[in-house]
């Protein structure tokens, strides 16, 4: 918890609980034990309590009736309604990019891409799904918008625990490489239309593959 030191400790426990429901650590359905979440932060059970308060106001969290709090499940509708909004902030932040990115920040990306492509050949998922996230990262400070900045950040986490096993398929790690390149051509060129074709197909891609993999898999049982 050392990045997070100078906040206070309710902050802090909130923060590291949170990142551990974005990155699949704690998992879905399961049950937040006050007294074994601060024995395992080395904290009292009071900043784990105002910390789970904080997650479910973020809809992380639920309480149920006679079993306490536990990792919010995430429905099929729960991820339409993300992607839907993720849809219309990411052909948005196109849009700006087309307008106002500079030609050091398209060679930045140029570099992000290849770093990216080197990740795929290395097969280190940890990497690759950075490599993704900063490539993308270019693209969303080439707007200039840093509201925009925060909500695309935001929806990005509520996607995270997804990213992993999307990346996870050696098909769609080679064409992501040619989406990147596709992408950076098209904002060279400002040629928006065709950037928000990228953009859509993209995401309409992950879509499709999710509910494909995970609801399918849970209908199945």
Same mark, same amino acid.
């Given at each position: 918890?050392?990045?997070?030191?100078?906040?206070?400790?309710?902050?802090?426990?909130?923060?590291?609980?949170?990142?551990?429901?974005?990155?699949?650590?704690?998992? *879905?359905?399961?049950?937040?034990?006050?007294?074994?979440?601060?024995?395992?932060?080395?904290?009292?059970?009071?900043?784990?309590?105002? @910390?789970?308060?904080?997650?479910?106001?973020?809809?992380?969290?639920?309480?149920? *009736?006679?079993?306490?709090?536990?990792?919010?499940?995430?429905?099929?509708?729960?991820?339409?309604?993300?992607?839907?909004?993720?849809?219309?902030?990411?052909?948005? @932040?196109?849009?700006? @990019?087309?307008?106002?990115?500079?030609?050091?920040?398209?060679?930045?990306?140029?570099?992000?891409?290849?770093?990216?492509?080197?990740?795929?050949?290395?097969?280190?998922?940890?990497?690759?799904?950075?490599?993704?996230?900063?490539?993308?990262?270019?693209?969303?400070?080439?707007?200039?918008?840093?509201?925009?900045?925060?909500?695309?950040?935001?929806?990005?986490?509520?996607?995270?625990?997804?990213?992993?096993?999307?990346?996870?398929?050696?098909?769609?790690?080679?064409?992501?490489?040619?989406?990147?390149?596709?992408?950076?051509?098209?904002?060279?060129?400002?040629?928006?239309?065709?950037?928000?074709?990228?953009?859509?197909?993209?995401?309409?891609?992950?879509? @499709?593959?999710?509910?494909?993999?995970?609801?399918?898999?849970?209908?199945?049982?």
């Amino acid at each position: 918890m050392t990045e997070y030191q100078y906040m206070p400790l309710r902050d802090v426990v909130f923060h590291t609980l949170r990142r551990g429901i974005m990155q699949g650590d704690l998992k *879905p359905g399961e049950r937040l034990m006050e007294i074994k979440l601060a024995n395992r932060l080395g904290v009292s059970r009071t900043p784990i309590r105002e @910390a789970i308060r904080m997650l479910e106001l973020e809809g992380l969290v639920v309480m149920i *009736p006679r079993k306490g709090a536990q990792v919010a499940e995430i429905t099929e509708k729960d991820l339409k309604d993300v992607l839907e909004v993720r849809m219309g902030l990411e052909e948005l @932040a196109v849009k700006f @990019a087309c307008q106002r990115i500079t030609e050091e920040q398209l060679d930045n990306l140029y570099h992000a891409s290849r770093k990216f492509e080197e990740a795929v050949k290395r097969e280190d998922l940890t990497e690759l799904a950075q490599a993704d996230v900063d490539f993308h990262d270019l693209i969303y400070k080439a707007t200039g918008n840093e509201r925009l900045v925060q909500l695309l950040n935001n929806i990005r986490e509520q996607m995270y625990r997804y990213r992993v096993e999307y990346l996870k398929d050696e098909e769609i790690r080679g064409s992501l490489v040619q989406e990147h390149d596709t992408l950076l051509e098209k904002l060279s060129q400002r040629d928006l239309e065709g950037a928000k074709q990228v953009t859509q197909s993209h995401i309409e891609r992950q879509q @499709a593959y999710i509910l494909e993999t995970i609801y399918g898999q849970n209908e199945k049982k």
